[in-house]
């Protein structure tokens, strides 16, 4: 889990996200998430999925979901 907000920063959390297996970036609904996309894409990360519909959509579909 990162922030949306760290990622154009040097920061080593994103720096070990793989450059060879996809990335699924979401947020509550879907439209924040658009610009993390953006983000990543400028920093070299090219295999960058939404998750559609959000967080808020995975939950109402029923999926599983850990708390912290």
């Known amino acids: 889990h990162i922030e949306n907000g760290r990622l154009p920063y040097d920061d080593p959390q ?40 959000g967080f808020s959509e995975w939950e109402r579909l029923g999926f599983e979901v850990e708390r912290g």
Request: hydrophobic fraction near 40%.
């Open 14 to 53: 994103i720096a070990r996200l793989p450059t060879d297996k996809p990335i699924a970036v979401h947020c509550a609904h879907g439209n924040r998430s658009m610009a993390g996309i953006a983000v990543l894409k400028r920093r070299g990360y090219h295999n960058v999925m939404q998750m559609e519909g």
